[in-house]
């Protein structure tokens, strides 16, 4: 009776195990959203502060390196090839940040939300395609009224932008094309969440940080208010740049890449909604049409994912 018992037992359990691994992808990216949410208002209030993109930037790298070192050092390159592992970090570290914080910083913050991350999903699954990556077909309506969306959102926060404000959202577009290749780079590596986040702070630390003080040292940093250092330090460089990077791989890990970037359809919403409060941008008639299209794409698509697991 044991013995025919066994097999049930191991489909009970194996059937429990990726509930709670779904539930861990859902949690992370949940953490994503709010991270990032506040990333895009953090980044447009440290523009404003007195930061530099590449004092911001380096701050980033730097506290977030020290915290992901330790990490690092147990596994280091984890097997992979030099030009594979700086392929990475660019993608996910140095190109992300410094195209990112550009953006930020030559355009307002309801633009960063909708364009750098409102934009994950789309590149992911375009990315996915031209791949050859899997895709999840019943996912497309959903995809479609996120890209719809994103859209009146994108038309409506850029209309009557500045040659300097097109410039920032063209830099990102180019953000979100590298976050969403190296969210698909890392599932397809088979690397574990948290080596990979490792990988790509300390190595862009150690590739961007020698140059920053080389060429500018401290003075930036020293420029600013000690309290906006301390605020950028804990938020950049700890939340995001260490932080941020192993919940989005954890959670791709769960629910892949294009699962992951369905999630990050919300961030523009919530951004909308943070930056009322904290910067006073209100939203126009037309972004609050997206938003609410952008929403509805999301539950539809993640819906789909739940009926049809």
Not at 8 to 27: K, L, P, S, Y
Not at 152 to 164: E, H
Not at 282 to 303: D, Q, S
């Amino acid at each position: 009776m044991a013995v025919s018992d066994s097999p049930q037992r191991t489909q009970f359990q194996e059937a429990a195990r990726i509930r709670r691994e779904h539930a861990i992808g859902v949690i992370c990216a949940l953490t994503v959203v709010l991270l990032f949410s506040g990333f895009n208002i953090m980044s447009r209030v440290g523009s404003t502060a007195g930061f530099g993109v590449w004092d911001i930037a380096a701050l980033r790298f730097a506290v977030g390196g020290l915290i992901m070192l330790p990490l690092f050092l147990r596994r280091r390159f984890a097997g992979m090839a030099l030009a594979a592992v700086i392929r990475m970090a660019f993608l996910g570290g140095l190109g992300f940040a410094l195209l990112a914080y550009a953006g930020f910083f030559l355009a307002p913050a309801a633009h960063g939300a909708v364009l750098l991350h409102g934009t994950l999903p789309l590149f992911t699954f375009a990315v996915s395609l031209l791949l050859g990556e899997s895709v999840r077909r019943g996912s497309i309506p959903g995809v479609l009224l996120i890209a719809l969306g994103i859209g009146l959102m994108a038309f409506d926060t850029m209309r009557g932008a500045t040659s300097t404000q097109l410039i920032g959202d063209f830099c990102l577009l180019l953000a979100a094309l590298c976050w969403s290749a190296c969210g698909i780079y890392v599932k397809r590596a088979g690397i574990p969440a948290v080596q990979a986040a490792a990988l790509v702070v300390v190595v862009s630390a150690g590739l961007y940080l020698p140059v920053y003080f080389t060429v500018f040292g401290i003075d930036g940093w020293i420029a600013v208010e000690a309290q906006d250092l301390l605020v950028q330090a804990i938020f950049q460089g700890a939340l995001v740049g260490a932080v941020s990077i192993f919940v989005y791989m954890r959670s791709v890990h769960s629910l892949g890449p294009n699962g992951t970037a369905l999630f990050t359809a919300a961030i523009p919403c919530v951004t909308t909604l943070i930056a009322i409060h904290v910067l006073g941008e209100f939203p126009g008639r037309l972004e609050w049409a997206g938003v609410g299209i952008v929403t509805l794409g999301m539950v539809a698509a993640f819906a789909e994912r739940l009926i049809n697991r």
